[in-house]
């Protein structure tokens, strides 16, 4: 089993920034791919970015390319999502999934264990 806990959300102005963490338990990390997606209201579940644990390989969605950066730390199995000049319509719940397999995807249904979510609520 693995169990996933995000922490930093909260309120923060346009062209502001914000980090969120994931702390991961349970199983060893040696093969599994580490996701971000965010929900907003009404809308679906979509992939932000994503962490091969091993090798620390990443992927983007376009739309926060260049504003957004994932990384991990080993010691700590935690992964992490900087965010950077923050735009209204990155208001949203963000989770952290976990996938078994060491391919990246961007599909939710292909990740195996969630997070309960944070909320990031940027103001214009």
């Known amino acids: 089993q693995v169990q996933l806990v995000e922490s930093g959300g909260g309120l923060v102005q346009a062209g502001g920034s914000l980090r969120l963490s994931c702390a991961a338990s349970g199983r060893t990390f040696s093969s599994y791919v580490l996701g971000w997606f965010r929900q907003a209201p009404g809308k679906e579940r979509e992939f932000v970015a994503a962490i091969r644990w091993s090798g620390g390989l990443t992927y983007y969605a376009d739309s926060v390319k260049g504003r957004l950066t994932i990384s991990r730390d080993i010691a700590k199995k935690t992964v992490y999502l900087q965010m950077n000049n923050l735009k209204p319509e990155d208001t949203a719940v963000y989770y952290c999934?976990?996938?078994?397999?060491?391919?990246?995807?961007?599909?939710?249904?292909?990740?195996?264990?969630w997070g309960q979510g944070t909320q990031v609520t940027v103001s214009s």
């Open positions: 999934a976990a996938d078994f397999n060491q391919i990246i995807t961007t599909t939710s249904s292909t990740y195996d264990y």
